[in-house]
């Protein structure tokens, strides 16, 4: 148990369809993150979130669609999706406070198994 | 730019010590971390080094060498539930005072009986 909770685990969807990703984390934190991960790939930073504002989008393409209603919740839209968007989709968090908190690590929720079809 | 780079993969007998490497290249260092991650979990924070130096923490110590950009974490008295793979993540401080986490394609350690 990390304190990190993500739903769906395993998801299958067609490049037509729309779908969420949930995350939900019950470790008091101020930032939120999405990260993609594929195979033998070192984990992609997708968005952040600080204090429910968003203040980074790495490039990603406009078919993920993140949201960010509390510092407790993340969801992350898709819709019309890419065969290579086939990956695992992680949700970090963390306690942001600046240069005090520059030692606190990002603690993981287990990932969204996505299969693009 | 910046460059993480750390073994594919690794291979060590059960009660054995692996020593998994990481360079980096980066500006703006601002600490870097190790994380496990067992297939189909979540990642899970190991050790953190921001000053040179070795950080122990049972079995697990972590390395640095800032001038080097260089970090090894060493993992004794290997048993079998440690294989996984092995992450390494540098933080790097960016202008707004918010450090961005980036990673290494992680070391996959295999523990033989």
């Known amino acids: 148990e990390t304190g990190v909770t993500q739903t769906p685990r395993h998801l299958v969807m067609g490049m037509t369809n729309k779908k969420s990703l949930k995350c939900e984390q019950h470790?008091?934190?101020?930032?939120m993150y999405w990260y993609k991960q594929s195979a033998k790939k070192p984990l992609e930073l997708m968005f952040v979130?600080?204090?429910?504002?968003?203040?980074e989008n790495n490039s990603v393409p406009s078919r993920f669609s993140p949201e960010c209603p509390n510092s407790s919740h993340l969801f992350l839209h898709l819709h019309t999706l890419q065969p290579e968007d086939s990956a695992l989709y992680l949700c970090?968090?963390?306690?942001?406070?600046?240069?005090?908190?520059?030692?606190?690590?990002?603690?993981f929720g287990d990932g969204t198994r996505l299969s693009i079809l | 730019g910046q460059n993480i780079d750390q073994p594919t993969e690794m291979t060590a007998t059960e009660g054995a010590i692996v020593q998994i490497n990481c360079t980096y290249q980066t500006s703006g260092f601002n600490g870097l971390f190790w994380y496990q991650q067992h297939a189909g979990e979540a990642p899970t924070f190991l050790s953190y080094n921001v000053l040179d130096g070795l950080e122990e923490k049972g079995r697990f110590s972590s390395f640095l060498s800032r001038s080097k950009g260089y970090s090894y974490l060493l993992l004794k008295e290997l048993q079998m539930k440690d294989s996984a793979s092995y992450l390494c993540a540098v933080r790097h401080m960016t202008t707004d005072s918010w450090g961005k986490l980036q990673f290494g394609a992680g070391t996959q350690v295999v523990v033989t009986p």
């Open positions: 970090a968090s963390s306690q942001n406070s600046g240069q005090t908190s520059a030692h606190q690590p990002q603690h």
């Open positions: 470790l008091g934190h101020n930032a």
């Open positions: 979130y600080n204090f429910k504002e968003q203040t």
